[in-house]
């Protein structure tokens, strides 16, 4: 009775240790999130209508990790020009949500899935699943004011039904910045 009791712990403790994520706070864009992974950041340049933008991404990258539930998890940070969104508008809200996802479609040769309406903390977003070759994007996007935020997860097909998805999802939120 007493080596059941202990393997059931180191068992449950091995699991534990296995399902230790990081909590990244960025103050800067104001926002909170939990990766299963080694984050890396990369800051790009994008070209929206006339003018270009720039596009903070922070990210893991388990595609090599045949173990990882996901292939991917990201959080990017974008603005747009403040005097743009001035006023609210709920109309232009909904359509910057629905263009940014329909280009991150566009870009991956992906087909939209589904696409849906929520809020997070009183601000608009999309909650989308693009699917492309072999995998899902699962994607939320969140309009704050004059700024964007997409998170995501990749996953291969056959790992879509995974908590890992849920978690990194429900793990991100925005803070308040001084």
Known sequence: ??????IILVLISLSLYAQKW?????????FRVEFDGEMKTINQSIPVGDANIEMNMFFVDNSTNSSANNMVYSVAHTAYN???YSKEDPERDNLVLNSAVKGASKN???????NEDFILNGFPGKQSIIEIQGAYIHLKLILVKHELYFVQVICTVDKDDNNDISRFFESFDLIKIK
């Open 108 to 114: 991956v040769n992906g087909t939209i899935l589904s």
């Open 1 to 6: 009775m007493k080596e059941k009791l202990t």
């Open 82 to 84: 403040i005097d743009d």
């Open 22 to 30: 990081d909590v990244y706070k960025n103050q800067d864009f104001g």
